[in-house]
Every structure is written in C-alpha cells, then in structure tokens.
C-alpha cells in the first residue's frame, strides 16, 4: 500500500483505491472492485467511481497527483467501521473475570465495587484511554457507552473518545433505587440523578472540539429495577426535552423480566414507553424475553435492539430470537456487553451470533428428539451478521455511517489479507468473495486491521 498523507487531520479531499465490500441490504453483498472513492475534508464520501466509468482514468489521475492518494494491494481490502452498541466502558478492567457467577452476584461483588471506583479522576485516567484505543485497533469506529453515575469521569469517557477520533455515544448511567442499588454506588434521589444527567448532556455537546458531534451523549437509565418510577418519569422528560439518545437493559434474563412485571404489572418495553422512554433513539440492550406484543411496539416507535450474543451466555438464561425480531423488520445491531463479554471484538460477536442462532434452530438438549429439540427458521449467517455490525448497527443510531455510499461518512477498515501473523485468503479464491468475506467474518484479528478510519481520519494504525 501507498499512501502520502500529509496530516493526521485531512485538510483537502482524499482518496482511496482497490477492493471494497459493504451490505447494502441484509441479503445483498457488494463487491467494488479497483474503486475510486472520494472523501472530503469533512471525511463526507463525495463519489464513488468504478473501473468501467468515463470519469475513472481522470479522476485516478487526480487523486494520484493530489498526493492524498491509499493504493491497497492485491491482498488488501476495505470493509466499513464496526459498531457496537453496547459496551459498559467502566468494566474494562474486570474483563474475562467472574463470569461463572450468577449476575446479581457478578455484579454486587465484581461490578458495582469496580464502577464506584470512577469517582477517582485518575482511576478513570488510567482506563478509559486503553479501552477505546483497544476496540479501535479491533475495529470498532463506534461505540455506544454506558459510563457510570460520575459526572466528571463521563465527561472524560466523551473527551477521550473525541480525542482518540471515534465516534460515541456516552451515557452518564441514571440509578437510585435504594432497594436494588447498594449505598456506595447510587444516585442519591430521582431528583438529583436527573439533574446530573441534564447537566452530563451539555457537558458533552459543549466539548471543546466537538461541534461536529462526533461524540453524543445518551440518557442511561441502567435497568428498570435500578431506577424508582419517579427517576424513570424525569428521564422520559428529559428524553422529549433534549432529543437525544436513550440506552437501557430490557428483558435481559428470567430474574429482571420478572422482577418488572412483579412491579409494574407490565413488560420492560411497556413501561418504558409509558415512561417517555421508548422512541426512534432508543437502543434496548438484550431484549432476550420480550414478546411479539413488545415486538409490535418497539417496531413502531422504531426503536433499537442491541443483541448481545455472548454475554447473553453467560447471563441472560436464553438466546434472543433474532430471526424472528429481523422477520419483524426490527432495527438490530450487535453489542460486545463489556465486560459481560469478554471480548473486545465484534468479528468475535458475529461468530457468537451465528451460532447462538443455530443453538436456538437445532436446540441443544441431545434427550430429545431432533424434530422437538429447537426452533425452527431461528438461524442467520456470516452475511446477515456482518450487516448487523455495519450498516445495521448505523441504522440503529441513524448515523450516515456503515456503507460505502456518496453521503455517507468514511468510516472503514483497512484489512491486510497477507499479514504473517494471520493469512485470511491463503485458500481461499480470489473471485470467490462470498468465501472471502467469510473468512474475514470467521478469523480477523487485530493484527489483519491495517488502518482505521474515521470521518475520513486515519485515528488507527
């Protein structure tokens, strides 16, 4: 590859040159070959110029002149940034640990302890730098973050994401049931957690450098049972008033779904809307147990689901019947659940993904018979998986990321095929791209992700 970019910071237009691959539909691979994309300063994809087009010899002349040209080799290629939906970033140092505990318990001896601890700046200092430059180097151009209920660490979570270049989401998280929070990690009342997320919301849109937004807060309620009516209410409000984004935990595991309609004598989903809480900028975490009836609402308010697979394994007692949520035309993408996944890479979440689905299909219980063992039609594939981590994931968040289209931002991967480490095409044909893809779905690692960018800025490798 050649490249002779000046600066960190694209002053002028760039470009970019040799194999692409996105899903502009669930079903539909495409495949750019010796394409020429455009990308202004602003990182905004200007044009998109094949091979067979009569601008294409003139505008390669162009870009090569320009000197902001990136040649890939024969055995480079580019996919679209990764986005993850869900990632708790205060839990990055307890990664892979504990996970053989139940939840409550994983998360009263293991979580809440670790997450109190950001009350300490420097403590916050030390972590979330190397969480995000990790999933960048893994891939991940954006990611939606639950932060924890210090304001001054939140901040800084959205300062080193802005920093580092990548796109966020970042939410101060919203808990002050004193039933279900313990006393050292909880909002003192509904009144105070509402006002400390109002002020989390302008804190991060007035960040210096930020006017592009690259970097959005969310509101955070955590679950339901962490949060009183009364919190829940003040944070429907805030939604309506502030337009941004909302993240939450829904009908994660047997235990929280009914704990909520214990309560409230309704579903997560119902309430959350009854709450102001459920609308187009809404991403629900997990989602294992809802209905076809929450279905329905969800579909119409056209929320999102951020489906979880692997730590849905370890915590959530069920598999998320993602075939039938997509047959239902629900918005989905994929989460990692940091650290209730411990694995800071979404190729990793596509494996999981896929053969949750299958588990569900063909069941998993060898006693029974095979006709009565799972559910039918339950399965996807490495394509529908891959779509859910790019342009799936984006259209959950509405964000013009996700696909290699005029208008769209350049968010993407450089792959390198070839590297030592990691040879992804060895045996595989270089026109069989169904194949390839596959491969890189199945067996990328950080070593094959070359370059990262995004708006149209080179933030790794």
Same mark, same amino acid.
């Given at each position: 590859?050649?490249?002779?970019?000046?600066?960190?910071?694209?002053?002028?237009?760039? +470009?970019?040159?040799?194999?692409?691959?996105?899903?502009?539909?669930?079903?539909?691979?495409?495949?750019?070959?010796?394409?020429?994309?455009?990308?202004?300063?602003?990182?905004?994809?200007?044009?998109?110029?094949?091979?067979?087009?009569?601008?294409?010899?003139?505008?390669?002349?162009?870009?090569?002149?320009?000197?902001?040209?990136?040649? #890939?080799?024969?055995?480079? #290629?580019?996919?679209?940034?990764?986005?993850?939906?869900?990632?708790?970033?205060?839990? +990055?140092?307890?990664?892979?640990?504990?996970?053989?505990?139940?939840?409550?318990? +994983?998360?009263?001896?293991?979580?809440?302890?670790?997450?109190?601890?950001?009350?300490?700046?420097?403590?916050?200092?030390?972590?979330?730098?190397?969480?995000?430059?990790?999933?960048?180097? %893994?891939?991940?151009?954006?990611?939606?973050?639950?932060?924890?209920?210090?304001?001054?660490?939140?901040?800084?979570?959205?300062?080193?994401?802005?920093?580092?270049?990548?796109?966020?989401?970042?939410?101060?998280?919203?808990?002050?049931?004193?039933?279900?929070?313990?006393?050292?990690?909880?909002?003192?009342?509904?009144?105070?957690?509402?006002?400390?997320?109002?002020?989390?919301?302008?804190?991060?849109?007035?960040?210096?450098?930020?006017?592009?937004?690259?970097?959005?807060?969310?509101?955070?309620?955590?679950?339901?049972?962490?949060?009183? =009516?009364?919190?829940?209410?003040?944070?429907?409000?805030?939604?309506?008033?502030?337009?941004c984004h909302v993240q939450?935990?829904?009908?994660?595991?047997? +235990?929280?779904?009914?704990?909520?309609?214990?309560?409230?004598?309704?579903?997560?989903?119902?309430?959350?809307?009854?709450?102001?809480?459920?609308?187009?900028?809404?991403?629900?975490?997990?989602? =294992?147990?809802?209905?076809?009836?929450? #279905?329905?609402?969800?579909?119409?308010?056209?929320?999102?689901?951020?489906?979880?697979?692997?730590? =849905?394994?370890?915590?959530?007692?069920?598999?998320?019947?993602?075939?039938?949520?997509?047959?239902?035309?629900?918005?989905?993408?994929?989460?990692?659940?940091?650290?209730?996944?411990?694995?800071?890479?979404?190729?990793?979440?596509?494996?999981?993904?896929?053969?949750?689905?299958?588990?569900?299909?063909?069941?998993?219980?060898?006693?029974?018979?095979?006709?009565?063992?799972?559910?039918?039609?339950?399965?996807? %594939?490495?394509?529908?998986?891959?779509?859910?981590?790019?342009?799936?994931?984006?259209?959950?968040?509405?964000?013009?990321?996700?696909?290699?289209?005029?208008?769209?931002?350049?968010?993407?991967?450089?792959?390198?095929?070839?590297?030592?480490?990691?040879?992804? %095409?060895?045996?595989?044909r270089a026109n069989d791209?169904?194949?390839?893809?596959?491969?890189?779905?199945?067996?990328?690692?950080?070593?094959?992700?070359?370059?990262?960018?995004?708006?149209?800025?080179?933030?790794?490798?």
């Open positions: 590859m050649t490249e002779q970019m000046t600066s960190q910071h694209a002053q002028s237009d760039s +470009w970019h040159l040799g194999l692409f691959m996105h899903m502009p539909r669930m079903s539909r691979l495409e495949v750019l070959e010796n394409t020429l994309i455009q990308v202004d300063a602003l990182g905004s994809i200007v044009s998109l110029t094949r091979p067979d087009e009569p601008e294409y010899t003139e505008r390669l002349h162009t870009a090569r002149r320009s000197g902001a040209l990136t040649e #890939m080799s024969s055995q480079q #290629m580019m996919i679209p940034g990764l986005v993850d939906l869900h990632v708790h970033a205060p839990q +990055w140092p307890q990664l892979g640990k504990a996970l053989h505990l139940p939840l409550q318990d +994983w998360l009263n001896h293991y979580t809440f302890p670790l997450e109190a601890r950001y009350q300490d700046i420097d403590f916050a200092r030390q972590v979330y730098p190397s969480l995000v430059r990790a999933l960048l180097a %893994n891939g991940t151009t954006t990611a939606m973050y639950f932060a924890t209920v210090h304001e001054e660490a939140t901040e800084l979570l959205a300062a080193t994401c802005l920093a580092l270049g990548q796109r966020a989401y970042v939410g101060r998280v919203a808990m002050d049931d004193p039933q279900q929070c313990p006393d050292y990690y909880r909002d003192s009342d509904a009144q105070a957690a509402v006002a400390a997320s109002e002020r989390s919301i302008h804190a991060i849109r007035q960040l210096s450098g930020n006017q592009n937004q690259l970097v959005k807060p969310v509101i955070t309620p955590r679950f339901i049972p962490s949060c009183t =009516n009364d919190l829940l209410a003040g944070l429907g409000e805030l939604a309506a008033r502030h337009q939450t935990h829904c009908s994660e595991s047997d +235990w929280e779904h009914d704990y909520v309609l214990n309560r409230l004598g309704k579903t997560d989903t119902q309430a959350l809307a009854d709450f102001g809480l459920l609308n187009r900028h809404t991403v629900l975490a997990h989602s =294992n147990f809802i209905t076809d009836s929450d #279905m329905g609402r969800i579909q119409e308010a056209g929320s999102g689901i951020a489906h979880c697979p692997l730590s =849905n394994s370890y915590f959530a007692d069920s598999v998320f019947p993602l075939r039938r949520a997509l047959d239902k035309s629900l918005r989905v993408g994929l989460g990692t659940d940091i650290a209730g996944g411990h694995s800071a890479s979404l190729f990793n979440t596509c494996q999981h993904a896929v053969a949750s689905s299958r588990m569900l299909e063909s069941g998993v219980d060898a006693r029974l018979p095979a006709a009565e063992r799972g559910q039918a039609n339950a399965r996807i %594939n490495f394509l529908e998986a891959f779509y859910l981590a790019t342009a799936g994931g984006a259209d959950v968040l509405d964000s013009p990321t996700g696909l290699f289209e005029p208008g769209r931002q350049f968010d993407a991967l450089l792959l390198d095929l070839d590297c030592p480490e990691n040879r992804l %095409n060895e045996f595989t791209w169904e194949d390839l893809l596959g491969c890189v779905v199945y067996n990328t690692q950080p070593c094959n992700i070359g370059r990262v960018w995004i708006d149209g800025r080179c933030v790794h490798g």
